[in-house]
């Protein structure tokens, strides 16, 4: 084999270590078990051609793939000797390196245009991407460049966008989302999945809820999708009732609207169900991870949790630092990962007792960061966005970038996963950017 | 002196001896000599008592003879001074248990050599009385002095006698001679023979010369006058009439024998000295005379001269200078007297890093101002535009182009009217934002809707109008207005034209009158009654700056020499605050209300705490160029001031609700990145700086 050649070539200046990869993929990426004998200066491009070489080696038309590997939980992302120095293994042992596809963006999808800035993105829905713009218009991208649905409606920018009911996706017909927007309104919206027109189609809102009196920055749901929640510029986190299924029930307006001859579209209000006050300033931020629970972020620089039932904050982190963005995730979707005024994104663990200091900080990013999102599966996996005009794929078990994206030529405004093997992001260049063929395990 | 004698006295030793007469020869010539001699000392003696007392008996004893003719009492006393002499001598030789007690008896030599005898006979005062010469007198004289030296015989010198106890000899006499010791007498015989003989009591026994000698009856006397302190001769009167030798006719005053003051001495001679060094007479030759440096090294003169090595010397100390002297008496560590200030890690958050830039002017942006809540931004910008811009994002939501250099745009102090102040050239607008909801909307476009009847009614100068193109009011001032300021209420705003001053001035070389104008360069504009008036008092000069008080009614006028403040309710002048700056370019107001900062056009940075003093309570000279612009933040203890040489600095300003506490300023942070910077204004709510730039940038400053 030529790596076992090099390897022999190079005994002369280096030393070995003796190796066995190990993998969770499927066969045909799995290696022979048997240890073998590398020099110990190889890093992970070596360690990945080495594997390639295998791999090669046992089947004739293998296309060469970037490997990721882990040692003892850590990446290596310096030459194994150096690793095995810092991290006081010993190299006489077999050494058991784990080998996974390297996490990074294989394809660069066609931008899809918007008239403006892209201030939100929302990919939980596997079969389509929602975007809000800066132009009040929401929309549904079924794929790269092919705009489905258009939400016709905000007076101000959109600011947030979420799915309503992102489990029911393939069942049902209609799928509901809500949207955030500058105009101190929500919306919620509803449009079928497989309708496919060469024109996107323009649909409004069939539910308005007014209740804040400054912009809304942000806005979740619950997991099963019952009510959302929003965080605005008026320092109050609100909760609404979506009550999609039945219809008109306990609302207080209902108008019809009659709108250039089209279709008639019954159009109703809805008010805050609660109001969780404690934010002395904007609420930038608000996740909804389980039933019970909302956390929210602010520029007080602080991090909440709030109990529904309650309205009370069981949980208050102060960061320092005006807070953008936040999200729950990780280890048993646990882990607060928040990002803000400064170029570090920060990951809280409340479990820990004793301590609300920051157990990880990444600070690759040169300004403000705009968006944090964790991987839906994956307990390592984040994305992160900033104004310095860069996407960041980060594994919380190195504190180096796993992949740059920086094909936006403006501030990033918004990124989130899609479909677990891409990034989606839009910006300040008003363009959409799906980044795609990441293999997160 | 002294020696004379005694070479006679070597010389007249060998009385007894062979060659008398060889010796009394000599003894001849040298009496001669000494004659002289002691005439000379005679006139010296008399001088002083003292000296006579003590010296004659040595002197006059060989005066005895030859100046016999000169007879009276020198004689006599010298007589008694060679007695004396003599006797001195016995005493010294003999063993000092010599009669004390007065002795009655005459001498009688019985042994002994006889010229001393004979000497010391009775014939003592018929020599006087005689006072004639003869050579057998002059060797009895020269016996008596010769006495004086004790050892006629011996020879032997100043050695211990017990070198000689075992000797039969005690020693030499002149001819060298052994002098053999005499033959003792058993202890009982000498001591019946005491006992027999009544004069045993003079007798001495003289080891020396191996001999007894028996002392005189005068002699006797002499030492018991001796013992007890009196002058030796019975004859010496101690106290004789004083004679006074000087003659005191003539002499007008008496003649002082005190001796000069020292004092006199002094002063005296030292005028004379500095008179003499005025005069040159005395020269200092302070410098060493050079010598070459240079010597033939092989010359044997010199060699002679300089021998060793050449004299080396040692390196003066040096001078204690200014350092030794401060190290001596300053020893303190410099570090120790600078003021204790906070570290600047414990005043975060501050200001520290450009994040966010908002791209958009066309020109040098002149003014910024904050909404209230934080949201929004105005700025203004010589490019005539007015633009609105979001703080998260950096994206600018609207624009006015004015089409005049923007000289102020200030957002309504109110979140709920948010409306911007802007002074544009000759006009002030008064723009809505329609950042608000839509209720406070129509409750600004009510505000602003200017009923066109209204205008004409108002005050021709100014003019209320509405401006449908921008959306707002359009005041028309007739001069260009540079600063307009909203008071908190959101109700009232000033607005300030300085040319106005000119243009008066202008008017007073015209001659007209122009009284009526005197305060027309600040006005305060009503927005819900639409009116207009003059500030209440007079303002002296050019006013560059006002501001509302945070809380209460008053009203601050920066002019280019001092700050006036003002009550708008009593309508007068409360204080006057003297920055001592060149000139005054920005003012601004602790949100606490009793402290401001003014910054000037030469760079100064000037605190003023109102409670304290109307004197500035810091300068702090921090800016080389001119202070464009100085702020506050509205909750944090921060203030700021931007200057045309490109920086802006954040300064800790903390303000103590204790009075006694004076406010705590510390430098904290040096903002670059601009060209120049015209404005510089704090985020209401986060410690966030925006500063604007002539590079047409407005930059936002993080924590």
Same mark, same amino acid.
């Given at each position: *084999?030529?790596?076992? %050649?090099?390897?022999? !070539?190079?005994?002369? &200046?280096?030393?070995? #270590?003796?190796?066995?990869?190990?993998? =969770?993929?499927?066969?045909?990426?799995?290696?022979?078990?048997?240890?073998?004998?590398?020099?110990?200066?190889?890093?992970?491009?070596?360690?990945?051609?080495?594997?390639?070489?295998?791999?090669?080696?046992?089947?004739?038309?293998?296309?060469?793939?970037?490997?990721?590997?882990?040692?003892?939980?850590?990446?290596?992302? *310096?030459?194994?000797? %150096?690793?095995?120095? !810092?991290?006081?293994? &010993?190299?006489?042992? #077999?050494?058991?390196?784990?080998?996974? =596809?390297?996490?990074?963006?294989?394809?660069?999808?066609?931008?899809?245009?918007?008239?403006?800035?892209?201030?939100?993105?929302?990919?939980?829905?596997?079969?389509?991407?929602?975007?809000?713009?800066?132009?009040?218009?929401?929309?549904?991208?079924?794929?790269?460049?092919?705009?489905?649905?258009?939400?016709?409606?905000?007076?101000?920018?959109?600011?947030?966008?979420?799915?309503?009911?992102?489990?029911?996706?393939?069942?049902?017909?209609?799928?509901?989302?809500?949207?955030?927007?500058?105009?101190?309104?929500?919306?919620?919206?509803?449009?079928?999945?497989?309708?496919?027109?060469?024109?996107?189609?323009?649909?409004?809102?069939?539910?308005?809820?007014?209740?804040?009196?400054?912009?809304?920055?942000?806005?979740?749901?619950?997991?099963?999708?019952?009510?959302?929640?929003?965080?605005?510029?008026?320092?109050?986190?609100?909760?609404?009732?979506?009550?999609?299924?039945?219809?008109?029930?306990?609302?207080?307006?209902?108008?019809?609207?009659?709108?250039?001859?089209?279709?008639?579209?019954?159009?109703?209000?809805?008010?805050?169900?609660?109001?969780?006050?404690?934010?002395?300033?904007?609420?930038?931020?608000?996740?909804?991870?389980?039933?019970g629970t909302i956390y929210s972020a602010s520029w007080d620089h602080s991090v909440r949790r709030w109990d529904v039932e309650t309205g009370k904050d069981s949980l208050n982190i102060f960061c320092g630092k005006a807070i953008n963005c936040l999200d729950i995730g990780g280890e048993s979707s646990a882990l607060i990962a928040a990002g803000g005024s400064d170029p570090v994104i920060r990951i809280w663990d409340p479990r820990k007792p004793g301590t609300l200091s920051p157990i990880f900080q990444f600070s690759s990013h040169n300004s403000w960061i705009s968006s944090c999102k964790w991987h839906r599966k994956s307990w390592f996996h984040l994305v992160s966005a900033s104004y310095d005009g860069k996407v960041m794929l980060w594994d919380l078990r190195t504190a180096w970038p796993l992949a740059v994206i920086d094909t936006h030529k403006d501030k990033v405004l918004s990124a989130d996963w899609w479909k677990h093997d891409s990034v989606i992001s839009g910006g300040a260049d008003s363009k959409l950017r799906i980044s795609s063929g990441i293999s997160v395990q | 002196?002294?020696?004379?004698?005694?070479?006679?006295?070597?010389?007249?030793?060998?009385?007894?001896?062979?060659?008398?007469?060889?010796?009394?020869?000599?003894?001849?010539?040298?009496?001669?000599?000494?004659?002289?001699?002691?005439?000379?000392?005679?006139?010296?003696?008399?001088?002083?008592?003292?000296?006579?007392?003590?010296?004659?008996?040595?002197?006059?004893?060989?005066?005895?003879?030859?100046?016999?003719?000169?007879?009276?009492?020198?004689?006599?006393?010298?007589?008694?001074?060679?007695?004396?002499?003599?006797?001195?001598?016995?005493?010294?030789?003999?063993?000092?248990?010599?009669?004390?007690?007065?002795?009655?008896?005459?001498?009688?030599?019985?042994?002994?050599?006889?010229?001393?005898?004979?000497?010391?006979?009775?014939?003592?005062?018929?020599?006087?009385?005689?006072?004639?010469?003869?050579?057998?007198?002059?060797?009895?004289?020269?016996?008596?002095?010769?006495?004086?030296?004790?050892?006629?015989?011996?020879?032997?010198?100043?050695?211990?006698?017990?070198?000689?106890?075992?000797?039969?000899?005690?020693?030499?006499?002149?001819?060298?001679?052994?002098?053999?010791?005499?033959?003792?007498?058993?202890?009982?015989?000498?001591?019946?023979?005491?006992?027999?003989?009544?004069?045993?009591?003079?007798?001495?026994?003289?080891?020396?010369?191996?001999?007894?000698?028996?002392?005189?009856?005068?002699?006797?006397?002499?030492?018991?006058?001796?013992?007890?302190?009196?002058?030796?001769?019975?004859?010496?009167?101690?106290?004789?009439?004083?004679?006074?030798?000087?003659?005191?006719?003539?002499?007008?005053?008496?003649?002082?024998?005190?001796?000069?003051?020292?004092?006199?001495?002094?002063?005296f001679k030292v005028l004379r000295y500095v008179r003499a060094i005025r005069k040159g007479l005395i020269k200092f030759d302070d410098k060493p005379k050079e010598e070459s440096r240079l010597y033939a090294l092989w010359d044997d003169s010199s060699s002679a001269e300089r021998q060793g090595l050449a004299y080396i010397p040692a390196p003066k100390p040096k001078l204690p200078g200014v350092l030794a002297i401060r190290s001596q008496f300053i020893n303190i560590d410099p570090e120790s007297l600078k003021p204790k200030l906070p570290s600047r890690k414990d005043l975060k958050p501050y200001p520290t890093t450009c994040y966010l830039e908002y791209k958009g002017h066309k020109g040098p942006v002149m003014t910024i101002s904050t909404e209230p809540t934080g949201q929004w931004i105005a700025s203004g910008s010589k490019d005539g535009t007015v633009r609105i811009w979001e703080v998260e994002t950096g994206r600018c939501l609207r624009i006015w182009d004015l089409g005049e250099n923007i000289d102020q745009v200030a957002w309504n102090p109110l979140p709920e009217l948010p409306m911007l102040a802007v002074a544009a050239g000759h006009d002030v607008f008064i723009l809505n934002t329609r950042c608000g909801s839509d209720e406070q909307q129509k409750k600004i476009e009510e505000l602003l809707h200017v009923e066109p009847q209204m205008a004409t009614e108002d005050s021709g100068q100014y003019d209320w109008g509405q401006d449908d193109r921008h959306g707002g009011i359009r005041l028309k001032h007739f001069k260009t207005v540079t600063k307009v300021e909203w008071h908190r209420k959101g109700d009232y705003l000033s607005t300030l034209m300085p040319s106005d001053i000119l243009f008066r001035a202008m008017n007073a070389l015209i001659g007209s009158v122009c009284s009526i104008r005197e305060s027309r360069s600040v006005l305060i504009h009503q927005l819900s009654k639409r009116l207009t008036q003059r500030i209440p008092f007079k303002t002296k000069g050019i006013p560059v700056s006002t501001a509302f008080h945070p809380t209460r009614s008053i009203f601050f006028t920066a002019t280019k020499k001092d700050v006036r403040v003002y009550d708008l309710l009593k309508q007068k002048l409360i204080k006057k605050l003297e920055a001592g700056v060149r000139e005054i370019s920005s003012i601004a107001i602790h949100p606490g209300g009793d402290n401001a900062i003014v910054g000037s056009r030469d760079g100064k940075l000037c605190w003023f705490d109102m409670d304290l003093s109307s004197r500035p309570y810091r300068v702090l000279r921090c800016h080389p160029k001119d202070i464009t612009g100085v702020a506050y933040h509205r909750s944090y203890p921060l203030f700021a001031s931007c200057s045309d040489d490109c920086t802006t600095y954040v300064f800790h300003g903390m303000v103590y609700s204790d009075l006694n506490q004076n406010p705590l300023i510390v430098p904290l942070e040096i903002l670059r990145g601009h060209s120049r910077v015209m404005d510089c204004k704090f985020h209401p709510r986060q410690p966030w700086l925006f500063t604007a730039g002539a590079d047409s940038l407005i930059k936002l400053y993080c924590h």
């Amino acid at each position: *084999m030529d790596i076992d %050649e090099n390897g022999g !070539a190079g005994d002369v &200046s280096s030393r070995q #270590v003796q190796v066995r990869f190990v993998t =969770k993929l499927k066969p045909p990426y799995k290696v022979p078990q048997a240890s073998i004998s590398i020099p110990a200066n190889l890093t992970r491009f070596g360690l990945s051609a080495l594997v390639n070489n295998l791999l090669q080696a046992a089947n004739e038309d293998w296309n060469a793939e970037p490997f990721d590997f882990l040692i003892d939980g850590e990446l290596v992302r *310096m030459s194994l000797e %150096e690793f095995l120095l !810092a991290k006081g293994i &010993s190299a006489e042992k #077999v050494l058991e390196i784990e080998y996974f =596809k390297a996490v990074a963006p294989r394809k660069e999808e066609e931008p899809s245009l918007h008239d403006d800035w892209v201030s939100a993105v929302d990919g939980s829905n596997d079969g389509y991407i929602l975007t809000g713009c800066y132009d009040g218009f929401g929309r549904i991208w079924r794929a790269a460049g092919i705009c489905t649905h258009e939400l016709d409606g905000h007076s101000g920018p959109v600011t947030s966008v979420c799915n309503v009911m992102p489990k029911a996706a393939e069942s049902s017909i209609d799928q509901i989302v809500a949207t955030a927007s500058k105009d101190r309104t929500l919306r919620l919206w509803k449009f079928g999945v497989e309708e496919s027109l060469d024109q996107p189609k323009k649909i409004r809102a069939f539910k308005i809820l007014r209740g804040h009196t400054a912009a809304v920055q942000s806005i979740a749901a619950e997991p099963s999708g019952d009510m959302v929640c929003s965080g605005s510029w008026d320092c109050s986190v609100n909760l609404w009732n979506i009550n999609a299924s039945d219809s008109d029930g306990g609302l207080v307006s209902v108008k019809k609207r009659r709108k250039g001859g089209e279709d008639e579209e019954p159009q109703s209000e809805g008010e805050a169900l609660t109001t969780l006050v404690g934010h002395t300033q904007c609420v930038s931020s608000v996740v909804w991870p389980q039933r019970g629970t909302i956390y929210s972020a602010s520029w007080d620089h602080s991090v909440r949790r709030w109990d529904v039932e309650t309205g009370k904050d069981s949980l208050n982190i102060f960061c320092g630092k005006a807070i953008n963005c936040l999200d729950i995730g990780g280890e048993s979707s646990a882990l607060i990962a928040a990002g803000g005024s400064d170029p570090v994104i920060r990951i809280w663990d409340p479990r820990k007792p004793g301590t609300l200091s920051p157990i990880f900080q990444f600070s690759s990013h040169n300004s403000w960061i705009s968006s944090c999102k964790w991987h839906r599966k994956s307990w390592f996996h984040l994305v992160s966005a900033s104004y310095d005009g860069k996407v960041m794929l980060w594994d919380l078990r190195t504190a180096w970038p796993l992949a740059v994206i920086d094909t936006h030529k403006d501030k990033v405004l918004s990124a989130d996963w899609w479909k677990h093997d891409s990034v989606i992001s839009g910006g300040a260049d008003s363009k959409l950017r799906i980044s795609s063929g990441i293999s997160v395990q | 002196m002294g020696t004379n004698p005694r070479k006679e006295n070597d010389s007249d030793k060998p009385k007894n001896e062979t060659g008398k007469k060889k010796v009394q020869k000599l003894k001849a010539k040298n009496m001669e000599e000494t004659l002289k001699r002691i005439e000379e000392a005679e006139a010296a003696a008399d001088s002083s008592k003292i000296h006579r007392s003590f010296r004659v008996p040595t002197i006059v004893m060989m005066k005895y003879g030859s100046l016999s003719e000169d007879g009276g009492s020198v004689s006599e006393s010298g007589s008694d001074q060679s007695k004396l002499s003599e006797d001195e001598d016995v005493v010294q030789s003999s063993d000092g248990d010599n009669p004390t007690g007065a002795c009655d008896e005459d001498n009688d030599h019985s042994s002994g050599d006889g010229v001393i005898e004979a000497d010391d006979g009775d014939n003592y005062h018929g020599e006087d009385s005689h006072g004639e010469s003869d050579d057998s007198r002059e060797v009895v004289e020269e016996s008596d002095s010769s006495e004086d030296e004790v050892a006629p015989r011996n020879t032997v010198g100043n050695v211990p006698l017990e070198w000689y106890k075992d000797e039969e000899h005690i020693g030499y006499d002149l001819a060298g001679k052994k002098i053999k010791k005499k033959e003792r007498q058993s202890k009982l015989d000498s001591f019946l023979a005491s006992v027999d003989d009544s004069k045993n009591w003079r007798k001495i026994y003289d080891e020396y010369n191996d001999e007894e000698v028996e002392l005189t009856k005068d002699e006797t006397k002499l030492i018991g006058r001796l013992l007890k302190g009196k002058a030796p001769h019975a004859d010496f009167d101690p106290y004789a009439p004083y004679v006074d030798w000087f003659k005191w006719d003539g002499a007008k005053h008496p003649i002082s024998n005190a001796p000069e003051p020292k004092k006199t001495f002094h002063s005296f001679k030292v005028l004379r000295y500095v008179r003499a060094i005025r005069k040159g007479l005395i020269k200092f030759d302070d410098k060493p005379k050079e010598e070459s440096r240079l010597y033939a090294l092989w010359d044997d003169s010199s060699s002679a001269e300089r021998q060793g090595l050449a004299y080396i010397p040692a390196p003066k100390p040096k001078l204690p200078g200014v350092l030794a002297i401060r190290s001596q008496f300053i020893n303190i560590d410099p570090e120790s007297l600078k003021p204790k200030l906070p570290s600047r890690k414990d005043l975060k958050p501050y200001p520290t890093t450009c994040y966010l830039e908002y791209k958009g002017h066309k020109g040098p942006v002149m003014t910024i101002s904050t909404e209230p809540t934080g949201q929004w931004i105005a700025s203004g910008s010589k490019d005539g535009t007015v633009r609105i811009w979001e703080v998260e994002t950096g994206r600018c939501l609207r624009i006015w182009d004015l089409g005049e250099n923007i000289d102020q745009v200030a957002w309504n102090p109110l979140p709920e009217l948010p409306m911007l102040a802007v002074a544009a050239g000759h006009d002030v607008f008064i723009l809505n934002t329609r950042c608000g909801s839509d209720e406070q909307q129509k409750k600004i476009e009510e505000l602003l809707h200017v009923e066109p009847q209204m205008a004409t009614e108002d005050s021709g100068q100014y003019d209320w109008g509405q401006d449908d193109r921008h959306g707002g009011i359009r005041l028309k001032h007739f001069k260009t207005v540079t600063k307009v300021e909203w008071h908190r209420k959101g109700d009232y705003l000033s607005t300030l034209m300085p040319s106005d001053i000119l243009f008066r001035a202008m008017n007073a070389l015209i001659g007209s009158v122009c009284s009526i104008r005197e305060s027309r360069s600040v006005l305060i504009h009503q927005l819900s009654k639409r009116l207009t008036q003059r500030i209440p008092f007079k303002t002296k000069g050019i006013p560059v700056s006002t501001a509302f008080h945070p809380t209460r009614s008053i009203f601050f006028t920066a002019t280019k020499k001092d700050v006036r403040v003002y009550d708008l309710l009593k309508q007068k002048l409360i204080k006057k605050l003297e920055a001592g700056v060149r000139e005054i370019s920005s003012i601004a107001i602790h949100p606490g209300g009793d402290n401001a900062i003014v910054g000037s056009r030469d760079g100064k940075l000037c605190w003023f705490d109102m409670d304290l003093s109307s004197r500035p309570y810091r300068v702090l000279r921090c800016h080389p160029k001119d202070i464009t612009g100085v702020a506050y933040h509205r909750s944090y203890p921060l203030f700021a001031s931007c200057s045309d040489d490109c920086t802006t600095y954040v300064f800790h300003g903390m303000v103590y609700s204790d009075l006694n506490q004076n406010p705590l300023i510390v430098p904290l942070e040096i903002l670059r990145g601009h060209s120049r910077v015209m404005d510089c204004k704090f985020h209401p709510r986060q410690p966030w700086l925006f500063t604007a730039g002539a590079d047409s940038l407005i930059k936002l400053y993080c924590h």
